[in-house]
């Protein structure tokens, strides 16, 4: 497998072509897997905004006061405002916001990103991913499948990670489930999840500020002959971290 950045990628503006603006740049082959940043997804669609766009209501206000207590840091109530208007659920409010986003994504702060982000306050992430990934794809030579990435912390561990937050041309996972390992044993409960490993991957390739590279080719890869379905993100009955959390308060006395 070889990773390849997208060279030259422009500053992306809004109504910006993110099709064209990989095919001129790279010569894609017909197996190639597209990794895109969600930042600069975000950017072509508009999804710059400002604080002054997010009045601050009681809820926000008492989340943000809360949360300066707890760091000893200034909270913009305007921000927790907007916080809540990105995400469906507020899985945790202290002493971080930690958000089910309205596709489907639990992440911090429903994914707003307050850097890079020229003339504005806020980015916010893509309304629906997977629309967006069909979208590029659509402009794309061979139809090459397409991921849409962002970077988000992970339980258990320190340090952030890169994640498929939307996908098209391809299954999200990657079913072994039914198939056999060395032994001849038969696999009851591996299920891959390709576009998480696809995203990690290309985020290395990508890199961080100012230097990073935010389209990434992913080639000589294969899905193979497996089983696989699209079903990434756990559903409430199925997720038991967020059952316990939506049992749990920090402790902040």
Known sequence: ????????????????????????????????????ASTVVSKAEGRFA??????DGPRAREIAGRLESITGDEKDPR????????????????????????????????????????????????????????????????GNPVV????????FRHGQAAVAVGWDGMPG???WRGEHDRDGRELGVTVQCVVDELAGAANLVA????????????????FGDHDGHDSVFRDVDSDFVRQALRGWEFDDA
């Open 50 to 55: 400002d604080l002054a766009e997010f009045p």
């Open 1 to 36: 497998m070889e990773l390849l950045a997208v060279p030259d990628v422009p500053e992306i503006r809004e109504g910006d072509d993110l099709a064209a603006v990989i095919t001129d740049r790279i010569d894609l082959r017909p197996d190639d897997v597209v990794v895109v």
């Open 148 to 155: 849409v990435t962002d970077t988000s912390g992970r339980p």
């Open 173 to 175: 996972n990657r079913d």
């Open 79 to 142: 921000f927790a405002q907007a916080v809540l208007e990105e995400s469906t659920e507020l899985l945790m409010e202290a002493p971080f916001l930690l958000t089910e986003t309205k596709f489907g994504h639990v992440g911090v702060n429903a994914g707003i990103d307050r850097s890079n982000v020229p003339g504005h306050d806020l980015l916010l992430l893509p309304e629906r991913p997977s629309e967006s990934a069909a979208r590029i794809r659509e402009g794309l030579p061979h």
């Open 207 to 222: 890199g961080e500020g100012d230097g990073g590279k935010p389209i990434v080719v992913v080639r000589d890869w294969a």
